[in-house]
C-alpha cells in the first residue's frame, strides 16, 4: 500500500534554499526575457546561465565552462541530431514520399481520425527514440498533414507531444525505464506490460482530448522557413516513390534503434561483428545518417533525380533549423550551469527532506530533479537510483510500479531547460508562454494522470 516505507528525513540548509531560489530566478528571468522583453531566445538562455552561475557561486571561470561545456555537449547530441533530422525531412518531402505518406493516412483515416494516427505514431516510433530524435523525424510529416489537410496544427501537436513523452518516460525499450528497472532490479517485461495500462488512459487524456480543449487558447504556425521545407510534393521528381518505397525509409531509423535496444535488453554481453554493427547502426545520430544516406538513393536516385538537385534538398535544409539549433545548444549551456551550480543537490536534500511515503517520494524526487536537469530520462533514473535502498522486500509488481512513479515524475512541469521546450516553440511557431500551455502542460498532464494510474495499481494489486 502507498506508504509502506519512507525515506529518512535530511534538514534544509540555508544554503539549499539559496540554490533554489536561484533556479526558480533563472527560470523567471528566461521566461520573462523571451516573452515581456522581446530577447531572443539565445541571448536569454546565455545571459540567465551567466546571471545564475554568478548568484550561484560558480566564479567567473567556472559560469564560462559550464556554459560552454553545456553548448558544447548539447550541439554535439542534439545539435547533430536536428540537422540530420532536417535533412530527412526535406528529402522525404522534396521526393514526394512524405506526400505519399500524408496521402495514405488521410485516406485511411479521414481528417477527424488524424490526432489518433499521430498519436499512435509517436508511440510506435518514440519507443526506441530519444525524444528530439522522434520529433524531428515526425515533424515533417506533422506538419504537411496540418498544411495539405487544413487541420490546425495544435490538434496534432498535443498527439505528438503525449505520444513521444509516454514512450519515454514509461515504456521500455526506451532507455529512461530501461535504467530505472535496472536500478530498483525490476522486470523489463513487468515494467512494459504496467506500463501500457498506465500510458493508454493518459496519452488518451494528454494527445487528442487536450488538443482540442487548448485549441481556444493556443495557435500553432510554423514558421514560414520550416513550413516551406516540408511542403513540396514531389511534382519535380521524374518518378515518384510508392507507398512502400516511402513508408519503409521513414522507418529505418525506428527499426536500427529498435533493433540497438532489443540487443542491449537480450543480447547485452555479445560480441562478434553482428553485435557490433547493430550497436553502432543503433546509435541515434549514426541511425539518422545511414536513413539519410538510404533516403537519398532510395528516394531520390531510384526516382530519376539528378545528383545536382538531390544535394540541393540536403544543402537548403540547413538555413531553416539553423536559428532552432543555436537554441537549443543556449539551452543546453543554461542546463549545465544549474547543474554545476549545485542545484541538483538542493533538490535531493529537499526531496530526502520531505518525509512522504516510498511511491510518492519516487514521483516527487523525479519531478523535482527534471526541474532542476531538464532531462526525463536521467531524472527518472536517478531517482530510482536514489530510492533504491530504501525499497525493502517489495513484491515484482510494486517493484515494476515504483519505476513506473520515477517515470512519471520525470515528466512533471519540463520546462525552459530542456531542449525540447525549445524545439516544440520553434517548429510550432509559439510563444515561451503559448509554449508553457502546450509542451509544459502536455508533459505535466501526461504526469500526473500516470502517477493517478500508478498509484490506482499500487493500491489493487
Known amino acids: 500500500m502507498i506508504g509502506a516505507q519512507a525515506a529518512a528525513t535530511a534538514p534544509l540548509t540555508g544554503h539549499d534554499i539559496r540554490l533554489m531560489?536561484?533556479?526558480?530566478?533563472?527560470?523567471?528571468?528566461?521566461?520573462?526575457?523571451?516573452?515581456?522583453?522581446?530577447?531572443?531566445?539565445?541571448?536569454?538562455?546565455?545571459s540567465g546561465g551567466v546571471l545564475v552561475g554568478l548568484a550561484a557561486g560558480l566564479g567567473v571561470t567556472g559560469t564560462v565552462e559550464g556554459l560552454t561545456t553545456g553548448i558544447g555537449k548539447t550541439l554535439g547530441e542534439t545539435g547533430v541530431l536536428i540537422a540530420?533530422?532536417?535533412?530527412?525531412?526535406?528529402v522525404l518531402s522534396e521526393s514526394g514520399a512524405?506526400?505519399?505518406?500524408?496521402?495514405?493516412?488521410?485516406?485511411?483515416?479521414?481528417v477527424r481520425g488524424l490526432p489518433w494516427v499521430?498519436?499512435?505514431?509517436?508511440?510506435?516510433?518514440?519507443?526506441?527514440?530519444?525524444?528530439?530524435?522522434?520529433?524531428?523525424?515526425?515533424?515533417?510529416?506533422?506538419l504537411l498533414l496540418a498544411r495539405?489537410?487544413?487541420?490546425?496544427?495544435t490538434l496534432l501537436a498535443f498527439p505528438l507531444l503525449a505520444g513521444l513523452d509516454a514512450a519515454q518516460c514509461l515504456l521500455p525499450p526506451h532507455p529512461g525505464p530501461v535504467g530505472a528497472a535496472g536500478a530498483l532490479g525490476s522486470s523489463i517485461g513487468l515494467v512494459l506490460v504496467l506500463g501500457l495500462v498506465v500510458a493508454a488512459p493518459a496519452v488518451l487524456l494528454t494527445g487528442p482530448w487536450l488538443g482540442r480543449l487548448m485549441r481556444r487558447w493556443v495557435r500553432a504556425r510554423p514558421p514560414a522557413g520550416l513550413e516551406r521545407l516540408f511542403a513540396a510534393d514531389g511534382s519535380d521528381v521524374p518518378r515518384p516513390p510508392g507507398r512502400a518505397r516511402s513508408f519503409a525509409v521513414i522507418l529505418l531509423p525506428v527499426l536500427l534503434m529498435l533493433g540497438k535496444a532489443a540487443t542491449d535488453l537480450f543480447w547485452a554481453d555479445g560480441t562478434g561483428p553482428v553485435h557490433a554493427v547493430v550497436e553502432l547502426a543503433g546509435e541515434p545520430a549514426i541511425a539518422l545518417l545511414i536513413s539519410v544516406l538510404v533516403a537519398v538513393v532510395v528516394l531520390g536516385g531510384l526516382s530519376g533525380t539528378p545528383r545536382e538537385v538531390r544535394e540541393r534538398w540536403v544543402g537548403s535544409s540547413l538555413a531553416p533549423i539553423a536559428g532552432i539549433t543555436f537554441i537549443v545548444g543556449a539551452a543546453g549551456g543554461f542546463s549545465r550551469v544549474i547543474v554545476e551550480s549545485g542545484t541538483a543537490d538542493a533538490v535531493l536534500d529537499l526531496a530526502s527532506g520531505a518525509g512522504v511515503p516510498t511511491l510518492l517520494l519516487t514521483f516527487g524526487i523525479a519531478a523535482i530533479l527534471v526541474a532542476a536537469l531538464g532531462s526525463a530520462t536521467v531524472a527518472g533514473v536517478l531517482a530510482a537510483t536514489l530510492v533504491a535502498p530504501s525499497v525493502g522486500a517489495l513484491d515484482p509488481v510494486h517493484l515494476a510500479l515504483l519505476v513506473l512513479a520515477a517515470g512519471a515524475g520525470s515528466s512533471f512541469l519540463l520546462h525552459v531547460n530542456s531542449a525540447g521546450f525549445w524545439l516544440s516553440k520553434e517548429y510550432f511557431g509559439l510563444t515561451v508562454g503559448e509554449n508553457l500551455r502546450v509542451w509544459t502542460l502536455s508533459h505535466t498532464v501526461l504526469s500526473v494522470t500516470s502517477m493517478a494510474g500508478v498509484s490506482l495499481l499500487w493500491v489493487l494489486l
Open 148 to 153: 495539405r489537410t487544413g487541420i490546425e496544427l
Open 98 to 110: 512524405a506526400s505519399r505518406i500524408v496521402q495514405t493516412l488521410t485516406g485511411g483515416v479521414g
Open 118 to 142: 499521430v498519436l499512435a505514431a509517436s508511440v510506435l516510433i518514440g519507443l526506441p527514440m530519444f525524444f528530439e530524435v522522434g520529433f524531428v523525424t515526425l515533424i515533417p510529416v506533422v
Open 21 to 46: 531560489a536561484v533556479l526558480l530566478g533563472g527560470i523567471v528571468f528566461v521566461a520573462v526575457a523571451v516573452s515581456a522583453l522581446k530577447l531572443h531566445p539565445v541571448l536569454a538562455l546565455l
Open 84 to 90: 540530420l533530422g532536417a535533412m530527412f525531412g526535406a
